[in-house]
């Protein structure tokens, strides 16, 4: 017996017979099996999916197709190589994906709405940086064995610093950063560095925002369509955590080489953090040898394709970031250069237009639409950056469920907007009385 008692989706990377029928005497109520097979057949039950590979071009496709499926449930693979491997990323991004989404995105959106006001673009610093190296710091255990160096890089490289990592360090960041749309208050409140320039999307807690007062530099958010609409920005892929944010930034900034230092991405002997206390949460995965969260495994997944083609560098010594190693004593021997960085980074931010707020009339006119018309809101922007994408991400499930999936997707958008109409203003009548 092939297939776990604990599974609740098998997938099977290659076709197998015998398999095949093991997995129909598998399969029950709830668990479901897809087979991946080089040929076309046919299944005599419909919880025994079969999918045809012709071509290694169709291998992401159908990863993330089979991975959508299994979304939320635990899933077993039968079979190696770089099919599965792809399956195994695809199904930890839809967990992740789905999860962000359990609100119907409204923890974004409120966030977004009340960090509303005059910002920078961050985009606009594209390539103002280029030759010059970065150091992403995370708040990673190993951090301990390199913070005392970080001070020494303050006119050799660019510091960025962000999320729990601010708490962290004594040296004041080039650029610190935010992206946790449920950051620590009382953490973020601790670290000293108000004052850097700050890169953040909007869906950054807004108690946490209040407290920024330096330089704010707005990029676009990962996932969300509708932030981006409002503040007319294109999509930014930022990865999945705060480094990762600071990496693509770095990378738009033209930065080269690109070292990584106090980025464990695991826990060490059950610690978070360096100098920080932090909580285990539940939910861990066991990856490359060591105990991590999924968000992490899937960030350190994400740099190491960035680094295809790019000098990235992995300083920490230690945790799960597959990258070429170095100690940063000896990084600190390679640059050798120094410039007046600070400068460097306060005049290219002076250069930028200071940018007005989001086009929340625009959005709160349309979402006052759709409820009217809930049949026919097509051409509504929320329908097009909201709803429809809310709907791909929410459909595999009730697809699994059954019934009418059209009545499901009804039903599913009048409570999307239900939930985001509950922090809109009422669109406002004339204060003028008649006398």
Same mark, same amino acid.
């Given at each position: 017996?092939?297939?776990?008692?604990?599974?609740?989706?098998? #997938?099977?990377?290659?076709?197998?017979?015998?398999?095949?029928?093991? &997995?129909?005497?598998?399969?029950?109520?709830?668990?479901?099996?897809?087979?991946?097979?080089?040929?076309?057949?046919?299944?005599? /039950? %419909?919880?025994?999916?079969?999918? #045809?590979?012709?071509?290694?071009?169709?291998?992401?496709?159908? %990863?993330?197709?089979?991975?959508?499926? &299994?979304? +939320?449930?635990?899933?077993?693979?039968?079979?190696?190589?770089?099919?599965?491997?792809?399956?195994?990323?695809?199904?930890?991004? &839809?967990?992740?994906?789905?999860?962000?989404?359990?609100?119907?995105?409204?923890? &974004?959106?409120?966030?977004?709405?009340?960090?509303?006001?005059?910002?920078?673009?961050?985009?606009? @610093?594209?390539?103002?940086?280029?030759?010059?190296?970065?150091?992403?710091?995370?708040?990673?255990?190993?951090?301990?064995?390199?913070?005392?160096? +970080?001070?020494?890089?303050?006119?050799?490289?660019?510091?960025?610093?962000?999320?729990?990592?601010?708490?962290?360090?004594?040296?004041?960041?080039?650029?610190?950063?935010?992206?946790?749309?449920? %950051?620590?208050?009382?953490?973020?409140?601790?670290?000293?560095?108000?004052?850097?320039?700050?890169?953040?999307?909007?869906?950054?807690?807004?108690?946490?925002?209040?407290?920024?007062?330096?330089?704010?530099?707005?990029?676009?958010?990962?996932?969300?369509?509708?932030?981006?609409?409002?503040? /007319?920005?294109?999509?930014?892929?930022?990865?999945?955590?705060?480094?990762?944010?600071?990496?693509?930034?770095?990378?738009?900034?033209?930065?080269?080489?690109?070292?990584?230092?106090?980025?464990?991405?695991?826990?060490?002997?059950?610690?978070?953090?360096?100098?920080?206390?932090?909580?285990?949460? /539940?939910?861990?995965?066991? %990856?490359?040898?060591?105990?991590?969260?999924?968000?992490?495994?899937?960030?350190?997944?994400?740099?190491?394709?960035?680094?295809?083609?790019?000098?990235?560098?992995?300083?920490?010594?230690?945790?799960?970031?597959?990258?070429?190693?170095?100690?940063?004593?000896?990084?600190?021997?390679?640059?050798?250069?120094?410039?007046?960085?600070?400068?460097?980074?306060?005049?290219?931010?002076?250069?930028?237009?200071?940018?007005?707020?989001?086009?929340?009339?625009?959005?709160?006119?349309?979402?006052?639409? #759709?409820?009217?018309?809930?049949?026919?809101?097509?051409?509504?922007?929320?329908?097009?950056? @909201?709803?429809?994408?809310?709907?791909?991400?929410?459909?595999?499930?009730?697809?699994?469920?059954?019934?009418?999936?059209? @009545?499901?997707?009804? @039903?599913?958008?009048?409570?999307?907007?239900?939930?985001?109409?509950?922090?809109?203003?009422?669109?406002?009548?004339?204060?003028?009385?008649?006398?």
């Amino acid at each position: 017996m092939k297939f776990p008692e604990d599974s609740e989706f098998v #997938c099977v990377t290659s076709w197998d017979e015998a398999l095949y029928q093991e &997995a129909l005497s598998w399969v029950d109520g709830d668990r479901r099996v897809a087979i991946v097979s080089d040929v076309e057949r046919e299944s005599s /039950d %419909a919880r025994v999916k079969i999918y #045809c590979l012709d071509s290694p071009l169709q291998i992401e496709g159908m %990863a993330r197709k089979i991975a959508w499926s &299994a979304v +939320l449930r635990k899933m077993s693979v039968v079979g190696d190589g770089h099919f599965r491997e792809e399956l195994e990323r695809c199904h930890l991004a &839809a967990h992740l994906i789905l999860s962000e989404a359990a609100d119907y995105w409204v923890g &974004a959106m409120k966030n977004a709405r009340a960090n509303d006001g005059p910002y920078r673009r961050g985009m606009a @610093l594209k390539g103002g940086f280029v030759g010059i190296p970065a150091l992403i710091v995370g708040a990673g255990p190993c951090l301990e064995k390199n913070r005392h160096l +970080l001070r020494e890089f303050e006119k050799k490289a660019l510091i960025f610093a962000g999320g729990s990592a601010l708490n962290a360090i004594d040296v004041e960041p080039h650029f610190g950063a935010s992206v946790d749309a449920e %950051a620590p208050y009382r953490q973020f409140k601790m670290q000293p560095f108000s004052e850097v320039p700050f890169c953040y999307q909007s869906r950054m807690n807004q108690d946490n925002f209040s407290l920024v007062h330096g330089e704010k530099l707005l990029f676009p958010d990962s996932s969300s369509r509708a932030i981006n609409w409002l503040h /007319d920005e294109e999509s930014f892929d930022g990865g999945w955590t705060v480094g990762n944010f600071l990496t693509a930034i770095a990378v738009h900034m033209g930065c080269s080489p690109i070292y990584f230092v106090g980025m464990d991405l695991c826990y060490e002997n059950g610690r978070k953090y360096a100098q920080i206390h932090g909580d285990v949460p /539940d939910g861990l995965v066991e %990856a490359r040898g060591q105990i991590t969260q999924r968000d992490w495994l899937m960030s350190a997944m994400w740099t190491e394709g960035m680094a295809n083609g790019r000098e990235f560098i992995n300083a920490t010594e230690g945790g799960i970031l597959e990258l070429p190693e170095m100690k940063l004593e000896e990084v600190l021997t390679l640059c050798s250069k120094e410039w007046d960085l600070r400068s460097r980074v306060h005049n290219a931010i002076q250069k930028l237009p200071v940018a007005a707020g989001a086009k929340w009339k625009e959005w709160d006119a349309s979402l006052r639409m #759709c409820k009217k018309k809930i049949d026919n809101v097509a051409d509504e922007v929320v329908y097009q950056k @909201l709803l429809f994408p809310l709907w791909q991400i929410w459909s595999p499930i009730f697809e699994r469920e059954g019934g009418d999936l059209e @009545l499901h997707r009804k @039903l599913f958008f009048q409570k999307v907007l239900e939930e985001h109409g509950s922090f809109v203003l009422p669109k406002r009548r004339s204060l003028l009385r008649h006398s």
